[in-house]
């Protein structure tokens, strides 16, 4: 949290500073806090006082891979803000957060190569002006909880986790961009298994778990891609067995043979049916540190912020 002047008003404008209440959040809650602002010299008027959440992500240009900053929510908590000159202005707001919002830590764990914001803007003459950022953590669902620390107790390591643009086949996405967290496979897989990677999609009703393997070839094998798709209600989720379901999947990938690169398999839909699929899914591979701590439509992309930028590390590829 820091105080930026406004450069719209010059030399004697007001600043602005974001407060949050807590730097935690979940996926599909709130983060409430105050945006402060300081009068300066004269009166002014902000026409409006926007949030608006960033992350970092992983865009393909033809053969060529880079990152950008994706603007992925906005809200508007203000509107015709008047600011008297030398006198502070503090502005409550609740700002929900996205089903799909990428997570960022697993208990204490920061994942790395994730990053999620606030930033504060305020639009002053038609113009935006962009102020404060602070950094949240995103924590997992009970429901994503329970599949990580399946991960955990199977020996899977965490190896990074990235946000990747682009739609999931069959699967239902409000954001352009989905997760990836990777994984090095536990030890008895790993001649078979280079990495597992896991997305999460979360709703208000159901998660969908999307798993990716790949395979090694071997001498009278090919290699490949294999995947399995899992949606139930977040409260099925909480109660099935992952340990199971993630060694029962882990097992036929490394027993079967890749079909033309990409091996298809199933997984149970909400309904307790099980549905088979052969689609090219996300990319993946690695946990953070013991079970729970045992692991770990619509967005803007393409803006480079200066100071966004070097608070988060992001680099423009």
């Known amino acids: 949290m820091f105080k930026r002047m406004l450069s719209a008003f010059g030399v004697g404008g007001p600043s602005v500073d974001t407060v949050l209440d807590s730097p935690h959040a979940t996926p599909g809650g709130v983060v409430t806090g105050q945006v402060r602002v300081q009068g300066g010299s004269n009166d002014v008027e902000i026409g409006q006082v926007v949030l608006s959440l960033v992350t970092r992500v ?111 086949h069959g699967v239902p996405q409000e954001l352009g961009f989905y997760q990836e967290i990777e994984f090095y496979p536990p030890a008895q897989f790993g001649g078979r298994i280079s990495q597992v990677e896991l997305t999460f999609v979360a709703n208000p009703h159901e998660l969908y778990v999307v798993l990716e393997a790949d395979k090694r070839g071997g001498m009278f094998s090919s290699g490949g891609d294999a995947f399995g798709h899992f949606a139930l209600s977040h409260h099925e989720a909480q109660g099935a067995d992952w340990s199971a379901i993630v060694s029962q999947w882990m097992a036929q990938v490394a027993e079967r043979g890749a079909q033309h690169g990409h091996a298809g398999y199933g997984g149970y839909d909400h309904h307790g049916g099980y549905e088979q699929h052969g689609h090219r899914g996300p990319g993946m591979g690695a946990v953070v540190g013991g079970v729970a701590a045992g692991v770990v439509g619509g967005m803007v992309l393409g803006e480079v912020f200066d100071e966004v930028g070097e608070s988060f590390g992001f680099d423009e590829e």
Not at 83 to 95: C, D, E, K, R
Not at 110 to 131: C, F, N, Q, S, Y
């Open 58 to 168: 992983e865009v393909e240009h033809g053969d060529h891979e880079g990152s950008t900053t994706a603007e992925f929510h906005r809200v508007v908590v203000a509107q015709a803000v008047r600011v008297a000159a030398g006198q502070p202005l503090s502005i409550p707001f609740q700002f929900p957060i996205p089903w799909e919002t990428p997570i960022t830590a697993v208990g204490s764990t920061h994942l790395h190569g994730m990053t999620v914001g606030v930033r504060t803007e305020l639009v002053i003459a038609g113009a935006p002006d962009k102020g404060d950022l602070d950094p949240i953590s995103v924590h997992p669902l009970p429901s994503q909880d329970r599949v990580l620390d399946a991960f955990g107790a199977l020996g899977f390591q965490f190896r990074k986790a990235d946000v990747e643009a682009g739609h999931l």
